[in-house]
């Protein structure tokens, strides 16, 4: 596997581990339908919580979150569609994002952006 994959599969478990520690119930982890796929999917205080996690092994100009364009807003709100059908959940949805990122000592850092995005932003 190559190492970027490596470094976004500890990323996804370094959030989803944040999350937990904040008392979020974990509901599903790379969760697919048709070519999209939601990181992480849980449950916090009567909402769905749908998070996009984005991670960088090094420092670069553009911040992790600016990678979510309007494409894959549209793809992650059609999946989380999907699966709140799939599993017949009425409940409130909120996007967030997780960024993982080096320090300067090379220390991974979390930041947890909540509400992120709306789901009329991928229109």
């Known amino acids: 596997m190559a ?15 944040f999350l937990i520690k904040r008392n979020y119930k974990i509901l ?13 999917v849980a449950e916090f205080e009567d909402q769905i919580v749908v998070v996009e996690v984005k991670a960088r092994s090094y420092n670069t ?7 979510v364009t309007k494409k894959k807003i549209k793809s992650i709100v059609m999946c989380a569609d999907f699966f709140m059908k799939e599993r017949n959940i009425n409940q409130e949805v909120r996007f967030d994002i997780i960024t993982v990122l080096p320090d300067e000592k ?18």
């Open 3 to 17: 190492e970027h994959n490596d470094f976004g599969h500890l990323a996804e478990d370094l959030a989803a581990d």
């Open 28 to 40: 599903a982890r790379n969760f697919r339908y048709q070519k999209a796929e939601i990181d992480i």
């Open 61 to 67: 100009v553009i911040e992790p979150q600016e990678a």
């Open 106 to 123: 090379g220390i991974l850092q979390i930041n947890h952006i909540e509400e992120a995005f709306q789901s009329f932003d991928a229109n």
